[in-house]
């Protein structure tokens, strides 16, 4: 898995492509967002547009992840496109109701307030 990163108002977007499975893509999550929270980082966005698939170990950092960030009064939000492999995991495993979700990039930046971080 690749992530970029790049920065639009305060938040930071990360760009995720490929697969996030146990090893390589969960490992380069964690420590892309433990890196920008010890800088002080506190909002962000991953788009998930290119990811193909998401293993157990994938999920359980991206949930992990959400609790480092929450833990330093941040926030973590998702861009899932509907027709992507990773969305229909997200949703059976119900963490719609944990993270909120959506469909494009545009719509997510527009949730975050303009006063925060």
Do not use: C, H
């Amino acid at each position: 898995m690749r992530i970029e990163t790049r920065r639009e108002w305060k938040v930071n977007i990360l760009d995720l492509s490929g697969n996030i499975t146990i090893g390589k893509g969960d490992v380069v999550l964690r420590d892309t967002i433990s890196e920008l929270l010890q800088a002080g980082e506190k909002l962000f966005l991953l788009n998930m547009d290119e990811v193909g698939y998401v293993d157990s170990a994938g999920i359980g950092e991206v949930v992990a992840s959400f609790k480092r960030v929450s833990e330093r009064d941040g926030t973590i939000k998702l861009v899932l496109p509907e027709r992507g492999k990773a969305q229909k995991v997200f949703m059976m495993a119900s963490l719609d109701r944990v993270f909120e979700i959506f469909g494009d990039e545009a719509a997510a930046l527009a949730s975050f307030p303009m006063d925060a971080g």
